[in-house]
């Protein structure tokens, strides 16, 4: 048998290598992570809704509970379903403009909000008198101090300019938990980059990867026995496709009711 020569085995190697590592970047290993970056701005109107407390913010469709106290804050807002996208545009963070109007505040060049909540169709008012939030509209509907920020609260709705921005978070990812050992309902909280999630999966110490289920607002599900396991997390992201791993979460001790943090673990 003919032997080939050094240099072309050394060539064929370092093709081997190239194609290995696109194989690997095309299946989300991440060697070079997706970084997000803001978007253009667009127009948009916004309202805004509770009282300068923002107590009635708190909760909303996200599932993200206490906004204060998961590090949320109060500079937040509910989606017209048009953003919303069935919950996975929670988490997504916007710089909002007040534009084209005499109760905007001039030296406020913008506020940066979060996706909390869902500003749901009313569809007995029209789009243009009250159903603000109707599709396809693009709304926000602000808290009251993150409204305030930008324009006189008196003015009710103004017209705005947003985009999409990254988020900036300090930490790691948490995960709040309920459910029970045989069906684990998670929501995931302080998503940093593009926010959102769009896959997750769940691995206990005695299972291989489990692929969650969207279950609404920034929450998956998983129906299998993961009491008594330490359990890790997969995640992709919504937006840049990234795919990050945070392992041992989860004591084996762990329990319902319980949010726990991935140290700094997160989304570019």
């Given at each position: 048998?003919?032997?080939?020569?050094?240099?072309?085995?050394?060539?064929?190697?370092?093709?081997?290598?190239?194609?290995?590592?696109?194989?690997?970047?095309?299946?989300?290993?991440?060697?070079?992570?997706?970084?997000?970056?803001?978007?253009?701005?667009?127009?948009?109107?916004?309202?805004?809704?509770?009282?300068?407390?923002?107590?009635?913010?708190?909760?909303?469709?996200?599932?993200?509970?206490?906004?204060?106290?998961n590090g949320y804050g109060t500079d937040t807002a509910a989606l017209s379903s048009t953003l919303f996208q069935d919950g996975y545009a929670c988490g997504t963070c916007y710089q909002i403009m007040c534009y084209n109007s005499p109760h905007c505040f001039k030296t406020v060049p913008f506020t940066t909000l979060t996706a909390t909540n869902l500003c749901p169709p009313n569809y007995a008012k029209a789009s243009n008198a009250g159903g603000w939030c109707n599709p396809p509209?693009?709304?926000?509907?602000?808290?009251?101090p993150a409204f305030m920020k930008i324009a006189n609260w008196k003015a009710g709705i103004i017209?705005?300019?947003?985009?999409r921005v990254p988020c900036k978070r300090?930490?790691?990812l948490r995960f709040a938990f309920q459910g029970n050992s045989y069906w684990l309902l998670v929501y995931v909280m302080n998503v940093a980059g593009g926010g959102d999630i769009a896959n997750m999966w769940v691995k206990g110490s005695k299972t291989g990867?489990?692929?969650?289920?969207?279950?609404w607002?920034?929450?998956?599900?998983?129906?299998?026995?993961?009491?008594?396991?330490?359990l890790s997390?997969?995640?992709?992201?919504?937006?840049?496709k990234e795919t990050i791993i945070a392992y041992n979460v989860a004591p084996s001790n762990w329990r319902v009711g319980v949010t726990y943090k991935s140290l700094n673990v997160n989304f570019h």
């Open positions: 048998m003919a032997s080939v020569p050094e240099s072309l085995s050394f060539s064929c190697l370092i093709l081997a290598v190239c194609i290995l590592t696109m194989a690997d970047k095309s299946n989300g290993a991440g060697y070079a992570p997706a970084v997000f970056k803001p978007t253009q701005w667009n127009k948009a109107f916004a309202t805004f809704y509770g009282d300068e407390s923002a107590s009635e913010t708190m909760g909303g469709a996200c599932g993200y509970g206490n906004l204060v106290q509209r693009v709304h926000f509907d602000m808290s009251k017209p705005v300019m947003y985009r300090a930490g790691g990867w489990i692929q969650m289920s969207h279950n607002g920034a929450s998956y599900q998983a129906f299998a026995n993961l009491g008594g396991q330490p997390f997969k995640l992709v992201s919504y937006t840049s």
